[in-house]
């Protein structure tokens, strides 16, 4: 469902992205970890059709992000890591106005799409307020229920329980499990006991390149790091050096 | 199509919720009815002389220059500043959609603040003969050319600048150099590009429209720079893209 080859990405002499190659498939959430400015956000941008990469190519459900990015933006939902939101609009507004830019037509098919979207993201009760006047919690609700909104194959979450009280984490976390039922995962943390417990495989970026991959297991096994609560956490120190991008 | 009217009733939405929108439109219709006033005071009743008045006199340009900055320089400056830009192109959006739509917001907006100028020659000619429609016909016209012409100025502006007020002081200062290359002659450049001058000056095109002679130059001269920073914009908003962090 999302294919990268050789993913390159340079602004001037930094390289943000070197050679960054990996596939996620139906029924998977594929955890993408790394320190601050390692590339995560760029590899995620590169594949949401935000940013072209310098060199390299993806494909997301089978369509060339280069080529063909409104195929590509029709079968994405993308939770950005600060999910700006329109301040002065409401959230059943902003829901209908992103229902009708995604094609969700006729409006009875959108309207019955955002109240069954409200439940599942429990935005039901703030479906009136402004949402300038959100708390974060909301907001990322609010911008969760976007992202899922036109039923996307392929869904990307950058940071999704950043500032986020223990209560909405947990239930955000129950969401993207149920969503590996039919979809493939892009899950974007530097929380790495969200990343162990929610993703079946991890791809560990540092400095622009991919320096692991694979489950938990075989990450353990390849740096020999015994299994238990840390073990993510030892295998995160070993293998990345943290710092920006060169 | 579709997706360019839903992000045309977003824009027009969100000026329609924004209290700058109605401090604009409140201060224009007020200064128009003051000035209109005024002409017909002035010119006791005469419809020609009110018409150039209302479409020549200095106040007019200097209505006209103001207005499409204000209107435009929340466009693409707020959206940058916010991040919304960024979450609108991950939808199937494309980038002319995205800028037609801001364009069109702001210009049917420009439209509106002009209103009040019809309705004042209808209110007079229910007082007294026919006026010439003609001319207001042309002026009016000419009006709206203008304002496309510096509402895509201003959505350039506002495409390269982060900021309101920078992308508002870009646009002022490229709006006021079309309206003052008219009088650089009296600089004295040399006499070979005062022609030139001439005919990038915006009053130069307007002068004809606002005698009710339709020129296809002044037609040509207003469409194709608005097509040019419409382009300008365009393109500015894809390469931000490439080269944005």
Redesign the interface.
């Known amino acids: 469902m999302i294919e990268a080859q050789g993913l390159s990405k340079t602004y001037g002499n930094i390289h943000a992205l070197k050679e960054v190659s990996f596939e996620a498939h139906p029924g998977e959430i594929l955890g993408v970890l790394g320190p601050n400015g390692a590339g995560k956000t760029t590899t995620l941008r590169i594949l949401s059709t935000l940013l072209p990469a310098t060199s390299g190519s993806a494909r997301v459900a089978g369509f060339d992000v280069a080529r063909d990015s409104i195929e590509v933006r029709r079968r994405i939902g993308y939770l950005p890591e600060s999910n700006p939101l329109p301040e002065e609009m409401r959230v059943i507004e902003y829901l209908d106005y992103r229902g009708q830019l995604k094609g969700l037509f006729p409006r009875a098919a959108r309207r019955t799409k955002i109240e069954e979207i409200l439940q599942r993201c429990q935005v039901v009760d703030v479906r009136q307020r402004i949402l300038g006047q959100l708390s974060k919690g909301y907001r990322q609700r609010v911008g969760l229920a976007d992202a899922l909104l036109a039923d996307p194959p392929v869904v990307v979450l950058d940071e999704p329980t950043s500032g986020l009280d223990p209560h909405q984490v947990r239930h955000l976390r129950a969401i993207v499990r149920e969503l590996r039922e039919d979809k493939t995962v892009l899950l974007c943390t530097h929380i790495l006991s969200e990343a162990s417990v929610l993703c079946d495989r991890l791809l560990v970026i540092d400095r622009g390149q991919i320096v692991g991959s694979g489950t938990m297991k075989e990450l353990a096994e390849t740096h020999s790091v015994p299994s238990g609560p840390d073990a993510l956490e030892e295998i995160f120190i070993r293998i990345t050096k943290g710092g920006e991008a060169e | 199509m ?2 360019f009217a ?2 045309l009733r ?1 824009e027009v939405h ?1 000026y329609a ?2 209290p700058l929108t109605y401090l604009v439109l409140t201060l224009f219709w007020l200064m128009q009815g003051f000035l209109f006033f005024l002409y017909v005071e002035t010119s006791r009743g005469d419809y020609s002389t009110i018409v150039r008045a209302t479409f020549s006199s200095n106040f007019f340009f200097i209505l006209i220059t103001l207005a499409p900055p204000l209107l435009t320089m929340r466009l693409f400056a707020e959206e940058k500043r ?3 830009l ?2 609108l ?6 980038n002319l959609q995205v800028v037609l739509s801001k364009f069109f917001a702001s210009w049917i907006l420009f439209g509106g603040l002009w209103l009040p100028v019809a309705l004042h020659f209808l209110v007079l000619s229910s007082y007294g003969s026919a006026p010439h429609w003609g001319p207001i016909g042309t002026g009016i016209l000419g009006t709206l050319l203008v304002g496309s012409f510096y509402c895509s100025i201003g959505l350039f502006a506002s495409v390269i600048s982060d900021e309101q007020m920078i992308s508002a002081v870009v646009s002022v200062v490229l709006c006021l150099s079309l309206l003052f290359l008219h009088f650089l002659h009296f600089l004295g450049p040399p006499a070979d590009i005062i022609p030139y001058l001439r005919h990038t000056s915006i009053p130069f095109h307007f002068h004809d429209l606002a005698k009710g002679i339709l020129d296809t130059r002044a037609l040509t001269f207003f469409l194709s720079g608005t097509l040019f920073f419409l382009f300008v914009s365009w393109k500015m908003l894809q390469t931000r ?5």
């Open positions: 579709r997706p839903v992000l977003r969100a919720v924004s916010r991040g919304t960024e979450v192109l991950t939808a199937p959006v494309t893209q490439w080269r944005s962090p």
